[in-house]
């Protein structure tokens, strides 16, 4: 819906949305692991002068089971203040929502009620597998152009999985984004540098690897997704290949730097093959081509193998599996999702070449399973897994499931979700909300967080 003005909720800088109103509710993706009753998103009261803080107020439920809800965001963002975007006018009111499982793409409109929102259009997997041949809906950004949606399969689910866009205001279907995709098959996640022409995207697996669970013998064969592939956003060509090499195993969640002018960013790498260590990687431009240095190695934990699941036991060792991180609207602070161990960790990354730890705090975990205050049920499974951060970077978010077929593996006994906030400490420093606990309604498991107005990983910007 177009507007008369821009939207009060875009920003042209990333300074600017740092000033921006606290947040007063979160839309978090619930999903049922049984795939035996619709998914949802829920509304989350996150106004602590609420009566209702820290409550789930709302949901929406899908009309089929089986999506998998996992990733979702706007039909518009700060970008619509690009030179170059046209469309100006266009509303923050949309979220769009794929089943990574069905591939079904799902509107809903957050107004005039962002308490209730509702379901306005439905595009079923036959429409964008002939308009777009994709399939497996991963990422969605908002783009100065358009929508930006990712898939990590060709509409039979094999490789090569990529983007396409959907029109701002009809959410019609255009098509496939890439001209030239050079050696990219494996797809994850994408993001771009507005300032540089750049996009970058990372890799997992192709559904035949992942919707099962991960497969034993293509992790420890190398074959799930190693690579970054770099391209020309406008002329829409891949332009560089850098492989992280045979140890190196998932490279998942792409954070660039919010200030267009750098051009630099972090990606995690969920496992290393050698020694179950996990890693953040900063990619940078050095001369004419793009290059990465491992900033972060997180190492593994010795432990009991009694207390390990299966796929664990003979290694006698958690391994962190960061499975998410999230970088500051300042660029200064990044936090990092270990699912293993149930850390979350927040870095000073003002030095992006040289992360310095600033803040730690546990929850969860395979085999410390932390509790929280105001946890009633004690002892914790599941483990900081989606993170989402406020624009003004004093309140961070996360919950705790990874996949319906992933978690399982890792926590054998079952997830029970919950979501929990943390504040932060302006020069750096992290603490729990006592009082900020979702005890996650049984029968579906929280993934992704968005907040209300925008967030650090929901946006992108055209000047510093």
Not at 47 to 64: E, G, L, W
Not at 342 to 366: C, H, K, L
Not at 440 to 455: A, C, M, S, T
Request: hydrophobic share 35%; glycine share 8%; aromatic share 10%.
């Amino acid at each position: 819906m177009a507007t008369w003005r821009p939207d009060p909720s875009f920003y042209p800088s990333p300074r600017m949305a740092a000033k921006a109103p606290k947040e007063t509710l979160a839309y978090v993706a619930a999903f049922d692991p049984e795939r035996a009753r619709p998914d949802a998103i829920a509304v989350v009261d996150v106004d602590p002068t609420s009566p209702s803080y820290s409550q789930i107020v709302a949901q929406v439920d899908m009309p089929n089971v089986g999506d998998e809800l996992h990733h979702f965001g706007w039909n518009a963002c700060s970008s619509c203040l690009c030179p170059n975007a046209p469309h100006p006018h266009v509303e923050r009111r949309y979220l769009v929502v794929p089943g990574l499982r069905s591939s079904r793409l799902h509107i809903i409109d957050t107004k005039p009620d962002p308490r209730n929102p509702k379901i306005i259009r439905v595009i079923e997997p036959s429409e964008i597998a002939e308009k777009a041949n994709y399939s497996r809906l991963h990422t969605i950004h908002c783009g100065p152009e358009g929508i930006y949606v990712n898939a990590l399969a060709d509409r039979d689910g094999n490789a090569p999985g990529g983007i396409f866009l959907l029109d701002h205001e009809s959410f019609d279907v255009l098509g496939q984004w890439e001209m030239d995709r050079g050696p990219q098959k494996l797809a994850y996640d994408f993001w771009w540098h507005l300032g540089h022409d750049t996009l970058i995207t990372s890799e997992w697996g192709t559904p035949d690897t992942f919707e099962n669970g991960l497969v034993p013998e293509v992790l420890l064969g190398s074959k799930y997704g190693r690579r970054l592939h770099f391209w020309d956003l406008h002329k829409r060509k891949h332009l560089q290949e850098i492989d992280f090499g045979e140890e190196h195993q998932l490279v998942f969640e792409l954070r660039p730097a919010h200030d267009p002018t750098k051009a630099y960013g972090f990606v995690g790498c969920v496992i290393s093959l050698k020694d179950l260590s996990a890693s953040i990687w900063t990619w940078y431009r050095d001369g004419d081509q793009w290059a990465v240095k491992k900033v972060i190695e997180i190492p593994a934990e010795p432990a009991d193998p009694d207390l390990l699941p299966p796929v664990l036991k003979g290694f006698g060792a958690v391994a962190p599996l960061v499975t998410d991180i999230d970088l500051s609207m300042d660029d200064r602070f990044l936090y990092v999702s270990c699912w293993g161990t149930g850390d979350m960790i927040q870095y000073d990354v003002s030095d992006p070449f040289a992360p310095n730890e600033t803040g730690r705090v546990r929850i969860g975990g395979i085999v410390s399973r932390a509790t929280h205050p105001k946890a009633a049920n004690g002892a914790l499974n599941g483990g900081p897994q989606m993170v989402e951060i406020s624009r003004d970077g004093k309140r961070v978010y996360f919950t705790n499931s990874l996949y319906g077929a992933i978690d399982p593996q890792f926590y054998p006994d079952g997830i029970d979700g919950w979501m929990v906030k943390l504040d932060v400490n302006e020069g750096g420093g992290i603490a729990f909300d006592e009082n900020f606990f979702v005890d996650w309604p049984k029968g579906h498991r929280p993934h992704q967080v968005r907040l209300e107005g925008g967030d650090c990983s929901s946006d992108s910007y055209c000047y510093p």
